[in-house]
C-alpha cells in the first residue's frame, strides 16, 4: 500500500497538494503525520525524507520526496485517475500553472502564510503588501482565465478535479478564505466550488481537528 508521509495539516501546504491529489482517485494510502516544529521533527525528517523535507510518498522500497513530483508519479501510477488533462494542449497548461505556483508568488507565501483554523479560532491579521496584492491578482485571473478556456466539462480549472486543482487548494482555502481575500466572478465560484470537494474538505476536516501546534508556523 502506498504511504504519503505529511505534516500537521493545519500548516502544511506542500503535504496538502498530494494528499488532496491522491485522496480524490480513492486508492487506498496509509497516511503518517510527522509533527512540525517539535523537539524531534528535524531528526525524524532527516531520517524519511532525503531533502529533510515533507511530504514523502512511500512505495514499497521507493521515496519520492517534493510534490510536484509526487503527483506526476500519482498520474504514471493511476493512469485512469486522469490527473493531468487528456488533451495535450490542455495538459501542458496545467503543468505550466503548477510550476508557476510550486515556485513563484513568494510575496504571497511570506505575508499570508497557510493556515487552515477551526471556526472558532481567530485567525490573526494579516495586511498583504503590494507585492502580495499582484500575486493575488495574478492567481485569481489566473483561475477566471482557466475556467473560461478549459472548464466546461465541470467546475474545475480543467474541468475535471485533477493535480492542478490539487496545487491551488492550500492558496484558495488556506490562503483566500482563511484571510478573508476578497474574491469575485469566476474565482470566487472556483473557489467555492474547490472548498466543496470531497478531498479538500476531508483535509480542512482533519486540520479542525488538529490539537498540536507548529510554534514557527503561528
Known amino acids: ?7 500537521n495539516k493545519r500548516y502544511s501546504s506542500w503535504s496538502m497538494r498530494p494528499w488532496v491529489a491522491l485522496t480524490s482517485t480513492g486508492v487506498a494510502f496509509e497516511e503518517e503525520l510527522i509533527p512540525l516544529d517539535q523537539p524531534g521533527t528535524a531528526a525524524e525528517l532527516a531520517r524519511r525524507s532525503p531533502a529533510g523535507r515533507v511530504p ?3 512505495d514499497g522500497s521507493l521515496s519520492i520526496w517534493d510534490s510536484l513530483a509526487i503527483c506526476e508519479y500519482l498520474h504514471e501510477k493511476l493512469p485512469d485517475a486522469h490527473l493531468w488533462p487528456t488533451d495535450q494542449a490542455a495538459r501542458a497548461i496545467a503543468r505550466s500553472v503548477c510550476a508557476e505556483m510550486h515556485s513563484g508568488f513568494q510575496a ?3 505575508d499570508l ?4 483554523y477551526p471556526p472558532s ?3 490573526p491579521k494579516a495586511v498583504p ?4 496584492q499582484k500575486d493575488i491578482a495574478r492567481i485569481t485571473t489566473l483561475f477566471a482565465e482557466l475556467r473560461h478556456k478549459f472548464g466546461q ?7 475535471r478535479f485533477g493535480i492542478a486543482d490539487a496545487f491551488y487548494a492550500p492558496v484558495a482555502i488556506g490562503r483566500f478564505l482563511t484571510y478573508d481575500v476578497p474574491l469575485a466572478g469566476a474565482a470566487k465560484e472556483y473557489v467555492a466550488a474547490l472548498a466543496e470537494h470531497p478531498a479538500v474538505r476531508s483535509w480542512v476536516d482533519g486540520a479542525h481537528r ?3 501546534r507548529a510554534p514557527l508556523h503561528e
Do not use: D, H, W
Request: glycine share 8%; hydrophobic share 50%.
Open 1 to 7: 500500500m502506498l504511504k504519503l508521509i505529511i505534516g
Open 108 to 110: 504571497l507565501r511570506n
Open 56 to 58: 514523502v510518498l512511500v
Open 121 to 123: 479560532v481567530p485567525v
Open 129 to 132: 503588501s503590494e507585492a502580495a
Open 153 to 159: 466539462s465541470g467546475p474545475y480549472l480543467f474541468g
Open 113 to 116: 502564510s497557510c493556515r487552515i
Open 210 to 212: 488538529e490539537t498540536l
